[in-house]
Each structure stands twice: as C-alpha cells, then as structure tokens.
C-alpha cells in the first residue's frame, strides 16, 4: 500500500482551493500582467514581458501539477477513525523524553504538507520518519525516531 498517495478530506480541500485561487485570482493578473508588458515594444529585450510569461509559466505549472496528483489521491475521511491510537489524519500530543518539549503533530498525505496549516499542530508525512514512528501508537507509548538530528524518543499522551 503507497501511502504516499493519501491525503485527507481537509487537504484535498485545500488543494483544490489552492487550484481555485491559482485560476480566479492569480492566473488572471499575470495574464493582464503580460498583456501590459508586450505594449512596451520590443520583446526580444522586454524583462517585464519575459518575467510576466515566466511567472505565468510557473502558475500554469502548478495548476498542471495539482490537478493530474489529486486525480491519483485517494481521498481519507478520518472522521469516523476512533482516536484509540495514532492513525492517518489525527492528531496526537507528545512530550520528548530528553526536552520536555510537548508537541502536538498531525499524519497528513505527502502532497497537503505545504497546504496543512494549522495553528499549534505540526503536520508531519505519513511517509516520514517521525510519521511513521507515530502510526499505530497508542496513549502512553513511546516512540522512537530516528531523526537527521539523532535518536527521539516521543511519549505519546493523547490522541484526537
């Protein structure tokens, strides 16, 4: 199972509001923005027209891209998950045993980490260390991560 390939229902959301935004508001400007610039003349040595095109480019891309992924996402309702352990799409609190530090994470889909954002919550990839550490943890227990920093040791204290 690629579990690189799920994502939750919020960030599906998310996407297809980024792809909603890109279209309505982002895509239109740069269009207005290059239609002005090839009124300066020359376009063989017009930055502003070479700079608008590569910034429409650059837009035209990412809708590309988001649209062609999310038709390959499957689609994760976490809504009915019970919050008896760590699974895809739920939160859960955890307190380093070296720090004390406690940190709230999020198991999201590879393709929403730059979408989910939510205020206190660390989303972390299914498919990441930290992640999969997670996964399948249960209240109490304690998980080990081996991280590019060296080995953590995460107490798990509530899941939601």
């Known amino acids: ?3 690189a390939l799920f ?12 792809i909603s935004h890109l279209m309505n508001n982002e895509r239109p400007d740069v269009i207005k923005a290059v ?3 090839r009124e300066f003349g020359d376009l063989s040595e017009n930055a502003e027209y070479k700079a608008a095109r590569e910034q429409q480019r650059a837009i035209d891309g990412e809708i590309d891209y988001l649209r062609r992924r999310s038709a390959l996402l ?3 309702d976490t809504d009915a998950f019970p919050r008896d352990m760590v ?4 939160c859960c609190e955890t307190l380093e045993d070296e720090t004390g530090e ?5 198991i999201v889909g590879v393709e929403e980490l730059n979408y989910a954002h939510e ?3 660390q989303a972390v990839s299914v498919v990441s260390p930290i992640g999969k550490a997670l996964m399948g943890k249960k209240e109490g227990e304690i998980c080990t991560v081996q991280a590019p920093m060296g080995l953590r ?3 798990i204290l509530a899941v939601k």
Do not use: P, S
């Open 1 to 3: 199972m690629d579990h």
């Open 7 to 18: 994502i939750t229902k919020q960030g599906m959301e998310l996407i297809q509001r980024r």
């Open 35 to 37: 239609a002005t610039a």
């Open 74 to 76: 499957k689609v994760v």
């Open 87 to 90: 699974r895809f799409g739920l």
């Open 102 to 106: 406690q940190i709230w994470y999020r």
């Open 119 to 121: 205020d206190g919550i």
């Open 153 to 155: 040791r995460l107490r």
